[in-house]
């Protein structure tokens, strides 16, 4: 008998052993993430919950320091924004430094120890300070402004433009005096929906679009030239030929291309009610999801501050 009260007891130390060893949060398994290394060495971590996570190859440099762990609090602490950029002003922190402080929060969503509210707060506070400490250092006059296409280097007196949605999709010609006087919208057409519309002001045609943010996420826009709702974690990069957004594998979301000084075709990913828009070289198509196969070619070198406007 006192045998098998040992064995029992024994199986059940082992059980409680084990089941120690897993991390547990608040009665349940934490997820553990799927990680893919990028093509700029960079660490994705993918949750089942769909919140996807970018560490930069020199986050173990900030693991310890003590402005890491300073910057977190800031982060976290009451107050409005104004008070937290002054304290982040006395810690003069590195982008690297930012960015490795940003990874602990979105680690901790991306496990459920946060919640989305928090960490939609945490992550506005984020940018925020990241487009400040731009300003700061003069290298970038307004974070969330595209770089403007610059007007095509041709001399070539255009009368007539042809746009492309997919490089053998729909196809449509306007009159260059009908995009001066009129914001045209009928590239594409779903009852009351118009996901394009074309124009030219002051000389500069402009393409204004909304475009696929990431699951879960806003539509990125793009007016006047103007780009709004970037995950902060994807790039993008022009010239005076095109311009390309990538999302954070540096994979290509949409492009703007001038295939001649009066043929443009525009490529990439666009929400429709129900839906998606997939332009791509080989024509147009829609799908109620966004296709794991689906891929651009890529048209520029990553990351953008590194390469501006340099070809693949």
């Not at 990680?35 to 996570?53: A, H, M, N, R, W």
Request: with cysteine; charged share 25%; aromatic share 14%.
């Amino acid at each position: 008998m006192k045998t098998k009260q040992l064995i029992l007891l024994f199986i059940f130390i082992i059980f409680m052993f084990n089941y120690a060893c897993i991390p547990l949060q608040k009665g349940r398994l934490l997820s553990s993430p799927v990680i893919t290394e990028l093509p700029d060495k960079s660490l994705l971590y993918s949750f089942q919950s769909g919140v996807t996570c970018k560490k930069t190859p020199d986050y173990t440099k900030y693991i310890n320091t003590g402005g890491k762990a300073q910057i977190k609090e800031i982060f976290e602490a009451s107050g409005n924004y104004e008070s937290k950029w002054q304290s982040i002003k006395v810690i003069n922190p590195t982008f690297g430094m930012i960015d490795a402080t940003f990874f602990d929060i979105c680690f901790d969503y991306g496990q459920g120890l946060i919640d989305k509210v928090k960490y939609d707060e945490k992550r506005e506070v984020y940018e925020k300070i990241r487009e400040d400490m731009f300003k700061e250092e003069g290298k970038l006059k307004d974070i969330k402004s595209m770089p403007e296409i610059k007007k095509p280097m041709f001399s070539e007196n255009i009368k007539y433009y042809r746009f492309s949605l997919g490089g053998r999709g729909i196809n449509i010609g306007y009159e260059k005096e009908v995009l001066e006087n009129g914001h045209m919208n009928n590239i594409l057409v779903i009852g009351n929906y118009r996901p394009f519309e074309l124009y030219i002001e002051e000389g500069k045609l402009y393409a204004d679009v909304k475009i696929y943010g990431g699951k879960g996420r806003p539509p990125i826009e793009i007016k006047k030239n103007k780009l709004s709702n970037k995950p902060p974690d994807w790039d993008f990069n022009s010239n005076e030929t095109a311009l390309e957004i990538v999302d954070n594998n540096y994979s290509p979301i949409y492009q703007f291309i001038y295939k001649t000084p009066s043929h443009i075709v525009i490529n990439g990913i666009f929400p429709i009610p129900d839906s998606f828009i997939l332009a791509c070289d080989s024509g147009t198509t829609s799908s109620s999801i966004v296709p794991t196969n689906f891929s651009l070619k890529r048209i520029f070198k990553y990351p953008s501050w590194k390469h501006p406007g340099k070809y693949e």
